[in-house]
């Protein structure tokens, strides 16, 4: 049983979010489910007693999920339940009366011991795999799309939605430049205003070119660059000037039928993002180049990419390390 009060300050903490913290909707989605397990936590009891629940909320995360599958959540998913919780604690004490008894010294304690895993590659786009993907023929206007679409990913390293939210206008692929400007209508993360560098590689800016020209030459600047279809001819929607918010939902679709039509294998949208950073990174000669390709795709700190981001495969650390005797 849930208790009624913590179900309600978890809706008041998510609309401040999406409020105040002006969190974009993907952002929202996952504090809406990281939130759910804090109420599962604390079944009947208030969260006014959090200090004193046992188990605490990282021994309860190892043995709880909410869906039905057995195996434990990941250290990574855990680490940002307990990111979220300490937010929303912080929340509590600094905006709900009644709650001050919650020390700021307590919520510090919310964190995941230390993990002894068998290390994870990160999962990115690789550049052969994109050089495929660009020579992959097309048979139809939704294939030419998504073809475009997931080159213009690999090129830009911009995130689902606010790609499938960019205008025509945001777009300047001849000098390589890319407005996520959401005064214009693009969907970014925090509704950040960013300006980003196309990705020096000829073979895909030309299919992202030849995709731009064609829409271009149907819609007005305010067009979608990720063009609407209209339902009944399949053809391009010169009267969509708004879309729905499940268009990244299209997109993976999209992408998904016609990389396992052309036997090759599918990659979430996100993955694009990894495999531009990787790309750039590999491709950097210092310091100020991981900067740079850091701040392109709208990272607050070098730290962040490198982190999260620069995995560099197994068999490139082999070969670097192997060049030094060389």
């Not at 006014?48 to 959540?73: G, M, N, Q, V």
Request: charged share 25%.
């Amino acid at each position: 049983m849930i208790n009624r009060n913590n179900w309600r300050l978890k809706h008041k903490y998510l609309e401040y979010r999406l409020s105040v913290d002006q969190l974009c909707l993907g952002s929202y989605k996952k504090e809406d489910v990281y939130t759910r397990y804090l109420l599962e936590w604390a079944g009947e009891k208030p969260f006014i007693k959090a200090t004193s629940f046992r188990p605490t909320l990282p021994e309860f995360l190892r043995s709880f999920r909410l869906d039905d599958k057995r195996s434990k959540l990941s250290a990574g998913y855990v680490k940002k339940i307990l990111a979220t919780a300490r937010r929303f604690f912080r929340w509590l004490t600094d905006t709900q009366q009644g709650y001050k008894s919650i020390k700021y010294s307590w919520i510090e304690t919310i964190k995941a011991k230390r993990l002894n895993e068998i290390p994870k590659q990160r999962d990115a786009v690789t550049f052969e795999e994109i050089l495929i993907i660009a020579k992959t023929p097309v048979e139809s206007l939704v294939e030419e799309r998504i073809r475009a679409g997931a080159v213009f990913l690999y090129l830009s390293g911009m995130r689902i939605d606010a790609f499938v939210s960019m205008p025509l206008l945001g777009v300047d692929i001849r000098n390589k430049t890319v407005k996520q400007y959401p005064n214009l209508g693009v969907r970014t993360k925090y509704g950040k205003y960013a300006k980003t560098y196309l990705l020096p590689i000829p073979e895909l800016l030309q299919v992202a070119l030849d995709w731009d020209n064609k829409v271009r030459a149907i819609l007005e600047p305010e067009g979608f660059w990720f063009a609407p279809f209209s339902p009944d001819t399949m053809e391009i929607d010169i009267t969509a000037y708004d879309i729905g918010i499940h268009r990244g939902t299209l997109f993976r679709k999209n992408l998904k039928a016609w990389m396992e039509k052309n036997g090759l294998q599918y990659r979430s949208p996100h993955k694009y993002r990894h495999g531009h950073i990787q790309w750039g990174l590999a491709h950097s000669k210092n310091q100020a180049d991981n900067k740079a390709v850091s701040m392109n795709v709208g990272h607050s700190s070098s730290q962040t990419t490198d982190q999260y981001y620069s995995n560099i495969p197994d068999n490139e650390i082999q070969a670097r390390i192997n060049s030094f005797e060389e």
